[in-house]
């Protein structure tokens, strides 16, 4: 059974810095694509950065030069570094892992980015 354990949200004010981690344990095959995505409060889940098991990135077009995505394949972890945060970045960041067509889902973690 894969379980996926976020943690490192927290309130800190614009222009801050947080980092997220994601620790996947479990039958967690090679190939595999990890990512974070986030949802705002009446607003539709949205994808902020992947990465694969090649290290292969993408990034929303709102994040990218502020979050950095790397991961840990030893560790099964997955990272997001977030930098010049902007209240607009306030949401629950949630880490998904896709492989073998199956998606899984972590429980979330609250970014809350204070003006």
């Known amino acids: 059974q894969v379980q996926l354990v976020e943690s490192g949200g927290g309130l800190v004010q614009a222009g801050g810095s947080l980092r997220l981690s994601c620790a996947a344990s479990g039958s967690i095959f090679s190939i595999n694509v990890m990512g974070w995505y986030r949802q705002a409060p009446g607003k539709q889940r949205e994808l902020v950065a992947t990465?694969?098991?090649?290290?292969?990135?993408t990034y929303a077009d709102s994040v990218k030069g502020r979050f950095t995505i790397s991961r840990d394949n030893a560790k099964k972890t997955v990272y997001l570094q977030m930098n010049s945060l902007k209240p607009e970045d306030t949401s629950v960041y949630y880490c998904n892992l896709g492989m073998r067509g199956y998606n899984y889902w972590g429980q979330g973690t609250q970014v809350t980015v204070s003006s």
């Open positions: 990465i694969t098991s090649g290290s292969t990135t």
